[in-house]
């Protein structure tokens, strides 16, 4: 396992070169329009000004030199600053921990209520709660996170005033169960199939009815041999879901009003602050990377079958 750990790790390294550098290539140089329009207000830049950016954040240079300068501050822990001077390690310092909470909420959510509701239809294939599981499912998956956000919010929110519209800048736990139900309503959804799919296959395996023949409890059956092998593949939509939940809270954090890395990045594309944007999705990159990683060594803890050398 220690080898295995050792040679993934020293993969990651090339795969996170390649993507940063694509990720740089197709953002930063790629990006049209003029980086400099509206930061001077209505009227355009002085030349002086322009020369002097241009300068500093060496956009006269090929890109390559460019990439070069990003990754050398990159392994240093700097990820530049923004046209207007503000370190972008701070923007975010400020911005991902809000991100993070709220991704966090929400894959909690999926995996609790998607893996129940996968498990018990799983057991009760073709009978009602299946039938209900299936059409709320599908219901969930058809609708955009944008339709649930908006409806949640108008009719817990504003009609029966349960919980608060908006998210506070404090964003207790209470106030971000709402947004982190929206946040992974869709992969709740696919939990839950992807769970009763496997329930429903394992159940008829030669190991499930070899220990119902035993004599061993159901509860026992289920929660132990059952349940453990059907874990894999829910085990990897959750851990390759964090990534994606990070960066896909554009509409829920615009939604709730959350100050997260969704808007951080909306308004770096929108300003061309395109340092901004490579670094946040470099982040997210470095999440994806070690996420999957930890998914192939839970791979060995669920299955014994599986060994790693």
Known sequence: MGRYLLRRLLQLVPVFIGTTLLIYVLVWVMVPGDPFAGKCGERPCPPGFVAMMTEKFQLDQPWYVQYASYMKNLFQGDFGTTFGGRSINDIIATAYPNTLKLAMVALAIEAIIGLTAGVLSGLRRNGFLDNLVLVSTLFLIALPI??????????????????????????????????????????????????????????????????????????????VHLLRNSLIPVVTLLGTDLGALMGGAIVTEGIFNIKGIGGTVFRAITTKESATVVSIVVILVLVYLLMNLLVDLLYAALDPRIRYE
């Open 146 to 223: 944008f339709v649930v956000g908006f409806l949640l919010q108008w009719v817990l929110g504003v009609q029966w005033n349960i919980v608060e519209p908006t998210v506070s800048n404090e964003m207790r736990l209470s106030e971000l169960l709402v947004p982190g139900f929206v946040l992974g309503s869709a992969s709740m959804a696919y939990i839950a199939r992807v769970a009763r799919t496997s329930i429903s296959e394992n159940r008829r395996s030669d190991y499930v009815r070899t220990a119902i023949a035993k004599g061993l409890p159901m509860r026992r059956v289920v929660g």
